[in-house]
């Protein structure tokens, strides 16, 4: 598989980066150019408060429609800036908007007394927009603190998407009914086209997955150690062309685990027929997926990610630093890119020597090629044999580790828990590695 | 502290249904609307599966209360009914955050790792 050259990337998040902004451009425009009734009484400051508001309100508008067109994962997209970032910028996307949207009412209503505003029907725009204020603030909560007010990721998910769909509805209908400037020429066509967009992109969120992915059937469930699981899928035709260090995302139809989408990087060299899992049974659904039995069908929806050298267009030496599970994506790269005869250090932080799995299979590599260098770093061992560390990866370690590997403009590849990687890529930093050396995934949904 | 939380809110509710009437005004909802919304999520903290999501409910509810107060003060003055909403707002927030930091902590219902 081939992934786009980073200026590929770059004029792929500079053409949708220039749409976003003349769409926006113009959503904030139209208020200024075709002014409702409410405006023409307005004056000085408050005509501009006024003004302001209503800008905001179709920003967010825009914005709003702009997160339900990221969660269809455009290709084109996906491929520029990796799935894991999408999904960053959809979480920051969902602050602006609601920061736009609690902005919108302060700013419309600052020129009147707003406690004067009487209790009729005739205002049920308004009462629908404050209904829609409040929902969306509950809404965004709810997303950001999931896991710490404990909702179950599938309840969260569900309630997620009907409420994406309301609050754009209602969003629409507060549009068209509160104000009398959308109701004809150009405001009313940019409304109804977005609106449309909305639409379609909501329908290709609901109804992708049902086309979405390749069957494979389970060829093997092996156990690697009491926590972890090695899943080998056998393609049901044509196979996934993958990367290595990409991800897929796997939906079972099994008896035995419920068909929830979970994301899994692939850890089978790029070359080979069928496709590898190492999973860490963490969880309520991983625990069961030792239960899968050869011949249960799985669909696999991917490749995504750029966690990958082939993402960079670079013949540098690597350094692959891994924390626990993480270090899938490195087994998928140390074993498709050998062959080629590139410097490669692997170091692999694990808790104890029992956590190490697969062992035999990186000895072997590395005998067999001159070129790597595996370093396995314990954190609960109190002694370990050279060149093996006992300890937890800092600074130090890595000044040892590395030696001249920093100073040949080597690719750092950094994967484990999120505190490992801000640390590592930290202690990177400091040695003097440039940011755009050290590669890292955000991998969780 | 799901007590202390319940009955801020009605006393809150109580001041708020006198002080800003809904039925006089669209931005009165803000205030007794939301104290209602409040008071339904007090249940939430006294089952320890749904503490956390009642105090983050609550919390957004005062949220939009504080940014309502602190606009009506704005536009008006800063009276001594607004104070004791103040205070009473702040009561139920310390409240819901003691009910959330008491709830032991359990591991996380599903990640995803590989």
Not at chain 1, 398 to 420: I, T
Not at chain 2, 65 to 77: F, K, N, P, R, T
Request: charged share 15%; with cysteine.
């Amino acid at each position: 598989m081939t992934l786009p050259t980073s200026a590929g990337r770059m004029q792929a998040v500079g053409i949708a980066v220039t749409v976003g902004l003349a769409v926006l451009g113009l959503s904030m425009w139209l208020p200024w150019y075709f002014p409702s009734s409410s405006m023409v009484y307005k004056f000085g400051v408050d005509r501009t408060l006024l003004l302001l508001g209503k800008m905001a309100g179709m920003a967010t508008l825009v914005l709003v429609v702009v997160q339900i067109v990221f969660m269809t994962r455009p290709r084109f997209l996906e491929r520029a800036v990796g799935l894991d970032r999408l999904v960053a910028v959809h979480r920051t996307n969902g602050l602006v908007v609601l920061c736009l949207a609690v902005l919108h009412p302060l700013l419309v209503f600052a020129p009147e007394d707003i406690a004067a505003i009487p209790v009729k029907v005739e205002y049920w725009p308004e009462m629908l927009g404050a209904v829609l204020l409040v929902s969306l603030a509950m809404f965004a909560a709810v997303a950001r603190f999931r896991a710490y007010a404990r909702i179950p990721y599938h309840l969260w998910k569900a309630a997620h998407a009907f409420g994406a769909v309301c609050l754009t509805a209602g969003a629409f209908i507060h549009v068209s009914f509160v104000t009398d400037g959308y109701r004809r020429g150009l405001p009313l066509w940019f409304v109804v086209v977005i609106g449309v967009l909305a639409a379609v992109a909501w329908l290709w969120v609901v109804l992708a997955p049902l086309w979405r992915g390749r069957n494979h059937v389970v060829e093997s469930v092996d156990r690697l150690g009491p926590s972890m699981v090695q899943v080998a899928l056998r393609p049901q035709g044509e196979r996934v062309d993958h990367a290595p260090g990409q991800f897929a995302i796997l939906r079972p139809r099994s008896t035995v685990l419920p068909a929830e989408p979970h994301p899994f990087t692939i850890a089978s060299g790029s070359e080979v027929q069928n496709l590898e899992f190492i999973i860490r049974c963490c969880g309520d659904w991983t625990s069961r997926v030792a239960s899968l039995s050869t011949g249960d069908s799985v669909r696999v929806d991917g490749p995504y990610g750029l966690f990958s050298p082939e993402a960079h267009a670079v013949d540098a030496p690597l350094v692959l630093i891994a924390g626990g599970v993480g270090a899938t994506p490195m087994l998928s790269m140390l074993r498709s890119m050998l062959p080629e005869g590139r410097k490669v250090h692997f170091i692999w932080a694990n808790r104890t020597r029992q956590d190490i799995v697969l062992s035999d299979e990186l000895a072997t590599l590395e005998r067999q090629h001159a070129d790597l260098r595996v370093t396995h770093v314990l954190s609960r061992e109190r002694t370990v044999e050279s060149p093996h560390q006992a300890g937890r990866i800092d600074k130090p370690m890595l000044q040892r580790l590395l030696g001249g590997d920093s100073s040949e403009n080597a690719l750092y590849f950094v994967c484990g828990p999120q505190s490992m990687m801000r640390s590592v890529t930290r202690d990177l930093r400091s040695l003097g590695v440039p940011k755009g050396r050290i590669k890292t995934e955000v991998f969780g949904f | 502290m799901a007590a202390v939380h319940g009955a801020a809110c009605l006393a809150l509710l109580a001041i708020d249904v006198v002080s800003f009437p809904p039925w006089a005004g669209l931005y009165s909802w803000w205030f007794a609307g939301l104290d209602l919304f409040a008071l339904l999520a007090t249940p939430m903290l006294l089952f320890p599966p749904f503490v956390r999501a009642g105090f983050l409910l609550s919390t957004v509810a005062g949220g939009f209360q504080i940014l309502a107060v602190a606009y009506l003060v704005g536009h008006s003055h800063l009276s001594s009914i607004l104070v004791l909403m103040i205070g009473l707002l702040a009561i139920r927030l310390f409240a819901g955050w003691g009910a959330a930091r008491q709830c032991p902590p359990v591991e996380p219902v599903r990640r995803c790792a590989s």
